[in-house]
């Protein structure tokens, strides 16, 4: 397995948790500077995966490399190339941000003369300049995301985790933190491995994605590839009366697989990426049922999940259990 110093390698990973596999034999590369999304529901091993990875959890089985260093070997080399923002952020919520920049920048070894200028520079980025001397405890839940991303970077890390980070948040704090992640990456050459539930997040950021399911890695390359993989666009139809919704859903079955869309509509998946919307219509108007709306939906991250998997992406979440509770990480 060839290491790289900014990249990641991973061989035969397992983790168990007694009678539980949660992360079952994966192989991933993560290439120097690139975005790697990992798409899953709750329970998949997303977490698992990235708790190995930073060190927080020794593996059961296989290898892993961060920044050219074993994981399991090396922890600490590895813990001082990296950054993480995890699902849960530690912040103590009588603290300012101001004041928890000041213990990360101490806690990371940054010269005294550097500290405020670092703290300072890091708030501003993530847009909390304004906010900087106020108590956590008063922070809405986007602003502790922003701080902890502002945490994770303290250091300068080659390689950053982000563990699902904008889980919960609003649509502008979101667009915020993706415009930060883009921009780490692309300007100054971070490699990020971004773990998340949301298909737009991955399709806006990724350079390449995995989706794992149940342990496995069931796909992985770039989101465009893996769309056209699939190739197979979806037609929604709403029908003029709502009362036909049951005999337009036979119907759309002639043309491939009925998905969900919303409780008002019915889609089909067609069978083939090649679709002729004329003779849907006609069958339609063979059979007297108007079309109040009609959309034609090109393939979407969420149908190569559903490919791979035979779930959507959200119904798998809501069904799905977390991940087991981690064990102490062994030093």
Known sequence: MVADRNGIEVAGLVRRFKDVVAVDGIDLTVAPGEIYGFLGPNGAGKSTTVHMLTTLLPPSAGKATVAGFDVVKNGPAVRRAIG??????????????????????ALHGIPRHERAERGDELLERVGLSLAADRRVRTYSGGMKRRLDLALALVHRPRILFLDEPTTGLDPQSRNALWGEVGRLAKEEGVTVFLTTQYLEEADVLADRVGIIDHGHIVAEGTPTDLKAEIG???????????????????????????VQVSPDSVAVRCAHGDLDLAEIIRALDVEGLPVANLQLHAPSLDDVFLEKTGRTLEGAAAEAETDPEPEPARR
């Open 84 to 105: 993480a923002a995890l699902q849960e952020a530690a912040l103590d919520p009588l603290l300012t941000g101001r004041d928890h920049m000041r213990l990360q920048t």
């Open 232 to 258: 197979r666009p979806t037609v929604e139809i709403t029908p003029a009366d709502p009362e036909q919704r049951d005999r337009v859903a036979d119907i759309l079955r002639r043309f491939g697989e009925l």
